[in-house]
Nanobody, 123 residues
Framework: QVQLVESGGGLVQAGGSLGLSCAASGRTFASYAMGWFRQAPGKEREIVTG????????YYADSVKGRFTISRDNAKNTVYLQMNSLKPEDTAVYYCAASVSLSRMRSSFGDYWGQGTQVTVSS
């Protein structure tokens, strides 16, 4: 069992930045691919980014590429999402997820989920 807890969401103006953190516990953190998903009201959950267990392979959705950065610190059991140049369309609940593989995560399959943190971007 992997437990994930997100933090760092909030309200920010368009063009601003936010950093999200996800703290993991319960299992060996380094054995899992990690990622972030988001879901806006009335819309399906979508993958934002994912990172392999070693950090060597990273995936970004086209909508956030060049603006968001995912990183992980296995020694601290933490994954981060740095969000820059935020747009109103980035508004959503952001969920941290863990998966047994990055390929699985890219297919929108998360094996463990956090509770989510709200990110709201105003114009």
């Amino acid at each position: 069992q992997v437990q994930l807890v997100e933090s760092g969401g909030g309200l920010v103006q368009a063009g601003g930045s936010l950093g999200l953190s996800c703290a993991a516990s319960g299992r060996t953190f380094a054995s899992y691919a990690m990622g972030w998903f988001r879901q806006a009201p009335g819309k399906e959950r979508e993958i934002v980014t994912g990172i392999s267990w070693s950090g060597a392979v990273i995936y970004y959705a086209d909508s956030v590429k060049g603006r968001f950065t995912i990183s992980r610190d296995n020694a601290k059991n933490t994954v981060y999402l740095q969000m820059n140049s935020l747009k109103p369309e980035d508004t959503a609940v952001y969920y941290c997820a863990a998966s047994v593989s990055l390929s699985r995560m890219r297919s929108s399959f998360g094996d463990y989920w956090g509770q989510g943190t709200q990110v709201t971007v105003s114009s």
